[in-house]
């Protein structure tokens, strides 16, 4: 294991997964995996106009794609954070901590590659499948607060009504005070889903909703590069 100052840049991170936002009262943490992808500058336009914040927890492989380096810059640039989602979409429920310590140092190398900045923060982790295995231990080590799965919107469920409508019934009640919501911009078409975003965070500002971070993972903004 890495020891010594964190690479990802959280600061006292748990293995255990996290599912609490930032915050008291009507606040809430937007999470999104699997991107970026087609629909992450979409989301990126609605969340600008809206004043929100959220957290992008990002699959190497997509970041590797054409178009992909520019959407995280982009992610950064406009106030978001970064979350490890691996390099790909395999399963690490059963990888050894070597295998799953290799993997996210990886994909922390693409990151921060594409952002051109080798200290970048990337302080949070979600485990592909949301199956941990030994992921939290390892992200925790590696300086990357682990995130549970929250509420959920089921807009990755193939079996699933994944209508405009279903979808934004589901994310109007995953936002409720002191959650973090996971939704998706990345790994199918989501375009359903930031429709959803659309429809549901205006209401949800007018209710008198603030939108967060999930807790943990504040950043060191000037680490000593190990990777």
Avoid at 3 to 8: C, D, F, L, N
Avoid at 17 to 29: D, L, N, S
Avoid at 85 to 98: E, K, T
Wanted: aromatic fraction near 4%; charged fraction near 20%.
């Amino acid at each position: 294991m890495t020891h010594g100052p964190w690479p990802g840049g959280a600061v006292d991170p748990t293995a255990r997964p996290v599912e609490r936002a930032r915050g008291t009262g009507r606040v809430a943490a937007l999470t999104f995996d699997d991107g970026p992808s087609a629909h992450t500058g979409r989301l990126l336009d609605l969340l600008a106009a809206l004043g929100v914040r959220a957290t992008f927890c990002v699959v190497g492989r997509n970041v590797l794609a054409p178009g992909g380096a520019a959407l995280v810059r982009r992610i950064v640039a406009e106030g978001h954070v970064l979350g490890n989602h691996s390099v790909d979409f395999a399963d690490l429920g059963r990888a050894s901590v070597s295998e799953v310590e290799a993997v996210l140092l990886a994909n922390l190398r693409i990151i921060r590659s594409a952002l051109g900045d080798p200290r970048a923060p990337v302080p949070y982790f979600r485990a592909p499948n949301a199956s941990f295995g030994c992921t939290g231990e390892v992200a925790a080590a590696l300086g990357m607060q682990p995130l549970g799965l929250g509420n959920v919107i089921h807009d990755w469920d193939d079996h699933a009504d994944r209508s405009v409508a279903t979808l934004s019934r589901h994310l109007r009640d995953a936002i409720t005070p002191g959650s973090i919501v996971l939704a998706h911009d990345g790994g199918g078409d989501r375009a359903a889903t930031v429709d959803a975003v659309a429809a549901v965070l205006p209401e949800k500002i007018e209710a008198g909703f603030t939108f967060t971070l999930p807790v943990g993972g504040t950043c060191q903004p000037h680490l000593e590069e190990h990777l």
